[in-house]
């Protein structure tokens, strides 16, 4: 403790005898403190030292320096986005490796019957770097048939809700937890999403979207890791690895034949998306928080 205390004293002598001396004599005062210092830590009884250690005020600066830039450990734990490069030539290899990744998909037999049944896989839709990435559940028939995400019915009512929000389907992320329609439409499998996942997760990583919309139970619960009802997990804000996620009911459930009274939720939950984006809510004249 004392060797600690007298250390610092010499931190200011040193500052006061130094001002203007010229270096050789510098170096010599510098030489004399530090010797003068090591013998009275043996005095003291002090038999040896620990090394030095760079303080992180330093590493911070030289990392600033060499145009590195520090990310907390902690901040970026567990985000997609923990190692983010930007620019023009980073942007450029992220779409070689979606491409990459969609062909890894197309050749995927992961799940023996979905690969022996489907007509084609599908990926998904949309530029990158987008605000918003819809996740539903699988392909069905259209989409198997035509190699897209959300093409049939529940599809063309996405585009509406899409519409409505003042945005245009072509501007926004459209895929699924599952690239491969399940037979006879069943819901996939716990097996079938696990799998899958890996190429989701890329999929997401390489997509950077501002915001994730699950649209119903099956995506909901897979990326929550949760068995809470739709009902229950829609209406607010939730986080998958770092991207801000919200949930809703899935489109083909409002079709007329089931609970179209539940649009009225989903225009909430898109409202909230909306103004988690900063963007005007349609017909509001303003961020629709009092409609
Ligand atoms: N339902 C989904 O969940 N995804 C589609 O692509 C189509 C219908």
Redesign the pocket.
């Known amino acids: 403790m004392m060797g600690i205390a007298r250390c610092g004293d010499a931190a200011i002598d040193r500052e006061k005898v130094m001002d203007g001396m010229p270096k050789r004599l510098e170096r010599e005062e510098i030489t004399r403190q530090v010797r003068q210092q090591l013998e009275s830590y043996s005095a003291a009884g002090v038999t040896w030292l620990p090394h030095a250690t760079v303080a992180p005020f330093q590493l911070a600066d030289n990392e600033e320096r060499m145009g590195k830039t520090r990310t907390s450990p902690l901040a970026t734990a567990g985000s997609l986005f923990a190692e983010a490069e930007t620019g023009p030539a980073a942007r450029e290899k992220r779409l070689i490796e979606l491409r990459q990744l969609q062909e890894r998909v197309a050749r995927c037999t992961r799940c023996p019957e979905l690969a022996a049944t489907r007509t084609q896989t599908?990926f998904g839709t949309g530029p990158m770097d987008i605000d918003i990435c819809f996740v539903?559940?699988?392909?069905?028939a259209d989409?198997d048939r035509r190699g897209e995400?959300?093409v049939?019915v529940?599809?063309q009512l996405l585009t509406r809700i899409i519409t409505a929000m003042g945005m245009r389907r072509e501007d926004i992320y459209i895929c699924?937890i599952l690239k491969c329609r399940p037979p006879g439409n069943r819901q996939p499998k716990p097996d079938e999403c696990r799998n899958c996942r890996e190429y989701l997760d890329q999929q997401l990583e390489l997509l950077r979207p501002k915001v994730i919309c699950a649209?119903?139970a099956t995506a909901a619960q897979n990326l929550l890791g949760t068995s809470m009802s739709i009902g229950r997990l829609r209406g607010k804000f939730y986080e998958y690895r770092g991207i801000p996620l919200i949930c809703t009911y899935?489109p083909?459930s409002l079709l007329p034949s089931r609970s179209p009274e539940k649009k009225k939720d989903v225009w909430e939950d898109m409202k909230l998306l909306l103004n988690r984006l900063g963007k005007p809510v349609p017909g509001t004249g303003g961020n629709g928080s009092s409609s």
């Open positions: 599908v539903g559940e699988a392909p069905g989409e995400p959300f049939g529940a599809g699924n649209l119903g899935h083909a």
